[in-house]
């Protein structure tokens, strides 16, 4: 077993932020990728304008383009798996209020405090299994009580399936690290675990 390293993104790691999503992340044909996990961190102009530039300059360059930009004005934050001084997995996760339009509106509407949100999860393919999704858990959850917030929630899809459109983990995931279904609509569900 591998020794995995949790790591909040730091100015420091913006670089292997951006390696990760360069090398290793979508690397099996995901339909998720490529991706740089900028959305969750942009509103609906700012995505409007990105996905705009597609056709001019090709998806993933535009995209990396994006994070890249974000990055340097720290506006990405979550967390990075380490195995060894490689980056082989990502987190996004910061406060709820932070993620204008990500969060289902019908998990706002039910708030219970400060609030972390996790909203997406992206592991290297061959690290998948090793309970890395686990141990962001545990970090997000240890770090924001720390920082004083009331509790962490989760947003995932509600399926008996896995399926690759689930990169904001499934329910068992939360159920495993204690959360609670506090609600649900539309097939998702709002997975909340009080500090």
Same mark, same amino acid.
């Given at each position: 077993?591998?020794?995995?390293? *949790? /790591?909040?993104?730091?100015?420091?790691?913006?670089?292997?932020?951006?390696?990760?999503?360069?090398?290793?992340?979508?690397?099996?044909?995901?339909?998720?990728?490529?991706?740089?996990?900028?959305?969750?961190? !942009?509103?609906?102009?700012?995505i409007e304008k990105m996905v705009s530039e597609f056709a001019s300059f090709g998806v993933k360059e535009t995209l990396r383009r994006y994070a890249a930009e974000m990055l340097g004005r720290n506006r990405i934050h979550?967390?990075?798996?380490?195995?060894?001084?490689?980056?082989?997995?990502?987190?996004?996760?910061?406060?709820?209020?932070?993620?204008?339009?990500?969060?289902?509106?019908?998990?706002?509407?039910?708030?219970?405090?400060?609030?972390?949100?996790?909203?997406?999860?992206?592991?290297?393919?061959?690290? /998948?299994?090793?309970? *890395?999704?686990?141990?962001?858990?545990?970090?997000?959850?240890?770090?924001?009580?720390?920082?004083?917030?009331?509790?962490?929630?989760?947003?995932?899809?509600?399926?008996? !399936? /896995?399926?690759?459109?689930?990169? !904001?983990?499934?329910?068992?995931?939360? !159920?495993?690290?204690?959360?609670?279904?506090?609600? /649900?609509?539309?097939?998702?569900?709002?997975?909340?675990?009080?500090?």
């Amino acid at each position: 077993m591998k020794t995995i390293v *949790i /790591r909040p993104l730091t100015a420091e790691l913006n670089a292997d932020y951006l390696d990760f999503f360069d090398h290793r992340a979508f690397t099996d044909d995901n339909p998720n990728g490529p991706c740089y996990c900028t959305s969750p961190n !942009q509103g609906k102009e700012q995505i409007e304008k990105m996905v705009s530039e597609f056709a001019s300059f090709g998806v993933k360059e535009t995209l990396r383009r994006y994070a890249a930009e974000m990055l340097g004005r720290n506006r990405i934050h979550g967390y990075l798996a380490y195995d060894g001084d490689q980056s082989v997995g990502w987190c996004n996760a910061a406060d709820r209020e932070s993620y204008a339009g990500f969060v289902p509106a019908f998990a706002r509407e039910i708030g219970c405090g400060k609030t972390i949100s996790i909203v997406c999860f992206e592991i290297a393919p061959e690290y /998948r299994g090793m309970g *890395i999704a686990s141990a962001f858990i545990d970090r997000v959850c240890a770090d924001a009580k720390s920082k004083g917030y009331a509790a962490v929630e989760g947003y995932p899809k509600l399926s008996d !399936q /896995r399926n690759d459109f689930d990169y !904001q983990g499934p329910l068992s995931l939360y !159920q495993k690290a204690g959360f609670m279904e506090v609600a /649900r609509e539309n097939g998702q569900a709002v997975m909340r675990k009080l500090l």
